[in-house]
């Protein structure tokens, strides 16, 4: 096991002690919160470096990365709406986003090819941390509760955007790959031999 699978490992290990983190109630649990969840983010960014610069990108990297973040991001979304901090039918979307997407891969990757994470991904990724971080301190620090809700209606936006992107790319690659299979050509069912056998009489 590389280093940066070990970073993507260790992303998914964050997840139970955040959520503890943030149901438990006690001073200062909420910055340890934020702090752990940040410390998860940052794992996901190093990983992706660290693959990159020590040429250790693996199929089984690419396909842990964005499930680890999916359970990070989703674990923080659906504890903040227990929390009643957010409300849960955006919650749906952005978690329905992402469990439709991780669908969408495992039917790639059964056909034999990946789907490369996307740049609008990639932002509503970003958007995403900035938001559970804003949203976790809000009850601290109020001043901060309109950005919060404004942050959070941008990870909506780039959540169903960025999807719409991946299903697209998913059609378009699916398409090219019937094509090449069969440019131009007919499927013909095979004949059974008795079938096979009347054929030849008549043809004769």
């Keep these: 096991m590389n280093l940066p699978i070990s970073l993507t490992l260790l992303r998914i290990f964050f997840v139970p002690l955040l959520v503890v983190l943030l149901f438990t109630k006690g001073e ?46 989703s674990a923080a979304f659906i504890s903040l709406v227990e929390l009643h901090l957010i409300p849960a039918w955006m919650v749906v979307i952005i978690v329905g986003r992402e469990l439709a997407v991780s669908g969408l891969r495992a039917i790639a990757s059964a056909q034999g090819w990946l789907l490369e994470v996307s ?3 990639k932002t509503k990724m970003v958007f995403q ?22 942050l959070l209606w941008l990870v909506v936006v780039f959540a169903l955007s960025s999807a719409v992107q991946y299903f697209w790319a998913f059609w378009k690659r ?11 050509r007919l499927m013909v069912m095979p004949l059974d031999k008795k079938e096979a056998e009347e054929k030849d009489v008549t043809a004769q």
């Design 129 to 150: 941390v900035i938001a559970i971080t804003v949203i976790v301190l809000k009850q601290r620090y109020p001043v901060v509760r309109s950005l919060g809700d404004v």
């Design 28 to 73: 200062n649990t909420d910055l340890w919160a934020v702090g752990v969840f940040l410390l998860a983010a940052a794992t996901d960014l190093l990983d992706g470096y660290l693959a990159r610069r020590r040429s250790e990108i693996t199929t089984l990297g690419i396909m842990l990365d964005p499930i680890a973040d999916k359970l990070l991001t």
């Design 119 to 121: 740049e609008l991904g």
């Design 174 to 184: 699916l398409d090219l790959g019937i094509k090449r299979r069969a440019p131009g």
